[in-house]
């Protein structure tokens, strides 16, 4: 079984600074890539960046210069840091991770799998 996490959202005026993290635990053997997605009401969710197993990042234009987005791979866990939070930051941010656990290890069998959510609202 595994199980992922998130944590760090909250409600924040706007101008300020979120740390939002992702933990992915149970019967892992190897996680590839991990990413933020977010979804407003109303709207489709989307990617708001991306890194992989070996530190490679990619951040959406929209968010480029205020998010940062890192992984701990001991902790198997991603972070993103989100600066100057503006108003339209506001959504439901969900962790995903790719994850190859011990019983598909032979397999080389990779998983997706999604945390619950957290929310994110910035007021103005």
């Known amino acids: 079984q595994v199980q992922v996490v998130e944590s760090g959202g909250g409600l924040v005026q706007a101008g300020g600074s979120l740390r939002l993290s992702c933990t992915a635990s149970?019967?892992?053997?190897?996680?590839?890539?991990m990413r933020w997605y977010r979804q407003a009401p109303g709207k489709q969710r989307e990617l708001v960046g991306a890194?992989?197993?070996?530190?490679?990042?990619n951040i959406a234009s929209s968010v480029e210069g205020r998010f940062t987005i890192s992984r701990d791979n001991a902790k198997n866990t991603v972070y993103l840091q989100m600066n100057n939070l503006k108003p339209e930051d506001t959504a439901v941010y969900y962790c995903?991770?790719?994850?190859?656990?011990?019983?598909?290890?032979?397999?080389?069998?990779?998983?997706?799998?999604w945390g619950q959510g957290t929310q994110v609202t910035v007021s103005s």
């Open positions: 995903y991770a790719l994850i190859i656990t011990s019983e598909h290890q032979q397999l080389n069998i990779q998983t997706q799998y």
């Open positions: 149970g019967t892992i053997f190897n996680i590839n890539a």
């Open positions: 890194i992989s197993s070996g530190g490679n990042t």
